[in-house]
């Protein structure tokens, strides 16, 4: 893996405990905080990581994660799929880094 592909899933494995946590306890202050710092990486780093986004085929559902600027407005966007949508990149992201 490149240092990239190791940061994305970092902060992507960041990204989905907070979202987690968030789901189930609500989005207080440090979890806001943690999603606001990942948005800002990817949306930093958007231009370099379609790449990988590409080979896993999850680029528009990836970025799509990160349109919200909050995770409270994240969470209130959930339509019922968020979970799987997530489970399913998830999947994808790491098939493609191995």
Known sequence: MT???DALLERYELFTSVLCLAAQY???TRREQTYTEVR???RAN???LPPLLSRAEITNQFFQLFEPETLRELLQSDSGDLIANVGHISEALY???E
């Open 3 to 5: 240092p990239l592909e």
């Open 26 to 28: 609500g989005p207080d």
């Open 40 to 42: 800002e990486w990817v």
């Open 46 to 48: 958007q231009d370099a």
């Open 95 to 97: 098939a493609a880094t």
